[in-house]
Each structure stands twice: as structure tokens, then as C-alpha cells.
């Protein structure tokens, strides 16, 4: 397929990029560089420099046509969204509305959008169902939950197929593809920097959450398997249908255990600072992963999303299982109505191997030279520890 690729300089759209090309696909990139980087941008992949609001419609109306769109271009800071929120409204959603508009003259008929979990806010009930209602807590979180809205209805009127992945929080790299922010608010960059001797202590914000360890939990998902989730749901979108799914790995983890686990991976301290709590954040988020999983209801609720779309699993028409997002706890039957109690105890429970695979991938952005290591469990993992010994 001729794919455009927005965002496609930043983390995430990087690896998807690299990705793409892989499978085979033609790639053209539209990033205005604001937090992306161009030696990011993946061998094989055309860049073109811009911003979406000024160049989709030049870009998407050249050639051949193009068979679909990946939309990662956004501003993503919530505390920058907090303070300045026009820019959340006018390039996250001005900006995609442009996208849509480019899209529908160049008849493009596929779209996959970077939504987030932010569009839920506060959560009801843990792990988050689709269905749960979205109260998102700041603009970031408004923003992406409008242009959830717009793609609804831009499917609904115009006939284009369309899926949001709502990502938990990404972690991870690919090679030389991984997180590389200016301004860092990812708790994993942050500690392994701390343990690299980059900064000196990492804010813990609260401990005194209703938590098992009283920090936040979070839910990880690598970022290898969020880039699968993209391909498949490029492959499963149907004309005039949008499908929205979360993204995550299902299981929690706390600030604390992410903290020890750096410990345990790098052999180096990892200070910490307990700081006050922020404004917005919820005690726990993690994703019900049972729609993308599989397409059986959410708990407690029906087969539709917020936005009212009919639900099927991501793997179809392929019935390709979507593997990526299956691993993790817990899983809920149909008729069960967890609290966020309930969800809290079921994430206590970690897996290891899936949260130890995420956090080492991230080391090896700090890693020209990786070792090989065996977690007992007979997965082969990477790590970076002897690079980060030495850095100090
Ligand atoms: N990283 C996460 O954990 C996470 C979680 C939930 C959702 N998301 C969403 O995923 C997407 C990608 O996130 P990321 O972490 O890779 O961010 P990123 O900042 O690394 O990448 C965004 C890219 O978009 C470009 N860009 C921004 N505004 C643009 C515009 N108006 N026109 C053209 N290019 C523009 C930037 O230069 C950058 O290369 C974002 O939409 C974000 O909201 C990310």
C-alpha cells in the first residue's frame, strides 16, 4: 500500500514506519520536525517537512494515490495542554480536521489514529473498558477525544474506514527507533536517565495513592507490539465503519516497581523524590484489553464504544489473532463488574517477562552495545547495563 505517515519523525511513527516498510508497504512521512528528529525517520520512507494543517493536502494529492493514512502528529505535553490549550485546539484538532479534509479530496480511504487512554480521565472502573464514559481530565485529553468524534462521524457522512488505538503509556524501542524527548514526562526514559547519572533523583508524584505500594500504577505496552496492533488494524478497516480500541498490555504496574525493576537491570542506584501528587492524575490506568483482543463485550457493558461503533476484533477480516495484546493480567468474563478495587488486586500481579522485555527495550536506547540475557523463563532479553555502568 502508498501509506502517509504524519508524525512519522517521532517515537511512535518511527518504529511504525520502519514497521510498514518491512511489510513492504511505500512510506512518505509529513512531520514538522517540532519533536521528531530526521534521523528518525526510517530508511526507505519519503520525508516531507510540514506541518499537517499547511502540506496534507499538497502531499496527499500527488502521485499515485494513497491507500491510507497512520495519524501520529500531535502535541502530546498535558501540562503544556493545561497552560496553553489553544495550541492543543488548533493543531490537534485544526490540524486533523485539515488532515480529513486532504483525505476526503484525494479519496484516501483508510485511517489509523493515535488516540490515548487521557480521553477517559478519571476512571470508574479498572481495568478501562471502551465503553467506559470519557471525562478527560485536561485539553490534551479533549483534544484527542474530538478528533475520536470527528473520525466517527467523518466514517458515518463520507464512507472512510477508520480505527483509534486509545495507547496506554508506550515504552520500549526498536533498534535504533526509541524515545528521544526534549521534554521527557515518561517515567521510564526519566529513571533510566537516573540510573545513567542524567538527572539526579526521580519525582515520585504521591505516595499515598490507594495503591498497593501507595505510588500510581500504569499500564506498559511495548512499543514493538503497539506497531503490530497498527498493521493489523490498517489491514481490518472497513469502509464507513470506525472502530475504536485500547491499546495496553492489560496488567499494571507502580511507580515503585518500575523504579526497582531499573535497579535490578542497570546494577545502579535510582534516587527518588517523593513530590506532590498532580493535579489529574488517577490513582491507577489500566486498559481492558478485551475488545481488541478478541471482540467479546467489555465488562458490564455492551459491544459499541462511546461514539456508538460496532465492535470486532481487531484481527479480522484476517481472523488473525492480535496477538501483541494478549499478554498480561486480568481478563474478565462478560457478566463480571470489577471495581476499581477489583482491578487494582488483579494488577498487583505483574508479569514479569512482559514488563522486563519493555523496560530493557527502552535501555537500549541508551545502548550501542547490547548483551543477551535469560530471564528463566527462556525469552531472550536485551540489555543495556554494562553501557549504563559505564556511563557514570
Ligand atoms: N508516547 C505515548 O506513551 C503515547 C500515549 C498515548 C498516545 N500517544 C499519541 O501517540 C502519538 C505519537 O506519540 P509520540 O510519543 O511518538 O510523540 P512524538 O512527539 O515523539 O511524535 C510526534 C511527531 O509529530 C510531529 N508533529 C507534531 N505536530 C505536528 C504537526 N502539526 N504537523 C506535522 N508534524 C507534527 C512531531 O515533530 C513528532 O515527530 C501522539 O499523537 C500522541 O498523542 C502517545
Redesign the pocket.
Known amino acids: 500500500m502508498r501509506l502517509l505517515i ?8 518511527s518504529v511504525v514506519a520502519f514497521r510498514l516498510l518491512r511489510a513492504g508497504h511505500q512510506v512518505t512521512v ?7 528528529h530526521p534521523d528518525a525517520v526510517a530508511q526507505g520512507a519519503v520525508l516531507v517537512r ?4 499547511d502540506a496534507a493536502d499538497a502531499v496527499l494529492s500527488d502521485g499515485p494515490a494513497y491507500d491510507g493514512v497512520l495519524h ?5 505535553l498535558v501540562a503544556e495542554s493545561v497552560s496553553h490549550p489553544e495550541r492543543y485546539w488548533r ?1 490537534n484538532v485544526g ?1 486533523t480536521l485539515a488532515l480529513l479534509d486532504a483525505m476526503r479530496s484525494a479519496a484516501v480511504p483508510r485511517l489509523v489514529f ?5 480521553t477517559y480521565g478519571q476512571p470508574t472502573e479498572v481495568p478501562i473498558p471502551e465503553t467506559a464514559p470519557p471525562r478527560p481530565t485536561n485539553p490534551y485529553g479533549a483534544s ?1 477525544l474530538a478528533v475520536d468524534m470527528m473520525i466517527s462521524s467523518e466514517s458515518a457522512a463520507h464512507g472512510l474506514g477508520a480505527t483509534s488505538l486509545r ?4 515504552a520500549g524501542a526498536v533498534g535504533r527507533y526509541g ?1 528521544r ?1 526534549t521534554v521527557e514526562t ?1 517515567l521510564m526514559p526519566i529513571a533510566l536517565q537516573v540510573a545513567a547519572g542524567q538527572r539526579e533523583a526521580l519525582p515520585v508524584y504521591g505516595d499515598d495513592w490507594p495503591t498497593p505500594d501507595g505510588t500510581c500504577i500504569r499500564d506498559y505496552i511495548h512499543v514493538a507490539d503497539l506497531a503490530e496492533a497498527h498493521l493489523l488494524a490498517l489491514a481490518a478497516v472497513q469502509p464507513g465503519e470506525h472502530h475504536v480500541y485500547n491499546l495496553g498490555n492489560g496488567a499494571g504496574f507502580s511507580v515503585l516497581e518500575v523504579v526497582e525493576a531499573v535497579r535490578r537491570v542497570t546494577g545502579h542506584p535510582v534516587p527518588t523524590a517523593v513530590a506532590p501528587r498532580r493535579a489529574g492524575d488517577p490513582a491507577a490506568l489500566v486498559a481492558g484489553s478485551a475488545r481488541i483482543r478478541d471482540g467479546s463485550p467489555t465488562p458490564g457493558g455492551s459491544n459499541r464504544c462511546a461514539g456508538g461503533s460496532e465492535v470486532r476484533p481487531l484481527s479480522a477480516p484476517s481472523r488473525r489473532r492480535a496477538k501483541p495484546v494478549t499478554r498480561g493480567q486480568p481478563q474478565w468474563s462478560s457478566g463480571d463488574r470489577p471495581s476499581v478495587l477489583d482491578g487494582l488486586r488483579a494488577s498487583a500481579h505483574p508479569s514479569s517477562t512482559v514488563f522486563a522485555r519493555a523496560l530493557i527495550r527502552t535501555s537500549m536506547v541508551f545502548a550501542p552495545t547490547l548483551i543477551r540475557l535469560d530471564d528463566g523463563g527462556g525469552a531472550l532479553l536485551w540489555a543495556a547495563a554494562p553501557v549504563l555502568r559505564g556511563s557514570r
Do not use: C, P, W
Not at 30 to 36: C, F, I, Q, R
Not at 50 to 53: K, L, Y
Not at 72 to 76: D, L
Open positions: 504524519t508524525g512519522g519523525a517521532g517515537y511512535i511513527g509529513l512531520d514538522d520536525l517540532s519533536t521528531g510540514g506541518r499537517i494543517q501520529f502528529a500531535a502535541r502530546s493543531d490540524g493515535s488516540s490515548t487512554a487521557a484527542k495507547y496506554f503509556n508506550v524515545e524527548h515518561h
